[in-house]
């Protein structure tokens, strides 16, 4: 397999970078239409997956020993390289997103320098070889004509090679002396590229962890949690909201005062304790005195109390208006 062939099977490399991380773990195309890079950038990576799909391509027709003209080769060679440093550095660079990139850019670098420098070596071998030989003369002339390759090389045998095709090889020989160098230096500069990448993310790596034993050095030792404590719990028992206040009864002076889980009659000096609550029934208690029952109920009409057996203003029952 000649480094022309060779050159256009590297474009795999290219393709299968394509669809690993490239960057915040998106392949090329979900990277073009996420929105982080410019329409430059997004230009220019699809034209990198392009252009390598049909580098490979001319690559499979190389293999069955069919005629390219080399001139394609460099345009899609030349045009991946360029395309690649221009996604990178956008999408890196001006877009600043250098440092997220991910193991796919660095594949798709590695395969389009290769690319180049086999395209290269492919072109410094042909200029090598002796330009009036059968075989070069054969190459030269099929590259531009259909004829079969054995019919060149056949006629440079027996002697019927033209002045003219020689003339052609010589004419692509000024062109190769100027497009092999321009290459060299593309390479050059793809391989800097390749090394600013990698040297600025092995940086921010080592300062990730260096940061981070600080972090760890600082960060103060945990010391063993408070069991947490259980809420208080209020065994009191209160009065309804609507039974505070002050109440009297129309046919009496007296006046009674609820509060959240007293009563207090004025007519009276003792205070009345709430012990319990079942329904309706409250049951109430002095001090020096036994426990009772009475039911209060609220009504319309106010706050109903009945149960009691006391007389005159010592009887709470009846109806007791809000004041």
């Not at 490239?22 to 979900?30: E, K, L, S, V």
């Not at 996420?34 to 230009?43: E, L, M, P, Q, T």
């Not at 006629?155 to 003339?167: L, R, V």
């Not at 209020?234 to 009864?249: A, E, H, L, V, Y």
Request: glycine share 8%; with cysteine; charged share 15%.
């Amino acid at each position: 397999m000649s480094a022309r062939t060779i050159a256009k099977m590297l474009f795999l490399l290219v393709i299968i970078g394509f669809f690993m991380p490239m960057c915040c773990d998106m392949n090329g195309f979900q990277l073009a239409n996420s929105g982080y890079v410019r329409s430059s950038g997004v230009f220019a990576i699809y034209a990198i997956f392009i252009s390598a799909i049909i580098g490979f391509l001319i690559g499979i027709v190389l293999l069955t020993k069919a005629s390219v003209p080399v001139g394609v080769d460099w345009i899609i060679v030349l045009f991946n390289f360029l395309t690649t440093i221009i996604a990178f550095y956008v999408a890196g660079v001006v877009d600043d997103n250098m440092d997220y990139f991910q193991s796919g850019v660095y594949v798709i670098l590695t395969g389009s320098i290769l690319v180049m420098i086999a395209q290269i070596i492919s072109g410094v071998n042909k200029e090598t070889h002796n330009i009036s030989s059968p075989e070069q003369v054969a190459e030269d002339t099929i590259a531009k004509s259909s004829v079969s390759y054995e019919s060149v090389k056949n006629s440079a045998y027996s002697g019927t090679a033209t002045e003219k095709d020689i003339a052609n090889a010589k004419k692509k020989s000024k062109i190769a002396i100027i497009i092999i160098p321009i290459a060299a230096i593309l390479v050059a500069a793809g391989i800097v590229c390749f090394y600013l990448l990698s040297q600025k993310n092995t940086d921010k790596q080592a300062a990730e962890i260096s940061q981070s034993v600080v972090i760890e050095q600082e960060k103060p030792q945990p010391t063993e949690p408070e069991p947490p404590q259980p809420p208080p719990v209020s065994n009191q028992i209160i009065f309804p909201s609507s039974f505070i206040g002050t109440w009297k009864r129309a046919e009496f002076n007296n006046t009674l005062t609820a509060t959240g889980n007293t009563i207090v009659i004025s007519s009276r000096t003792h205070t009345w304790e709430l012990l319990g609550v079942s329904g309706d029934i409250y049951t109430l208690k002095r001090p020096g005195a036994d426990r009772f029952d009475i039911i209060i109920r609220l009504t319309n009409n106010g706050l109903v109390i009945s149960g009691d057996t006391g007389t005159g203003q010592e009887n709470w029952n009846g109806t007791w208006i809000k004041q």
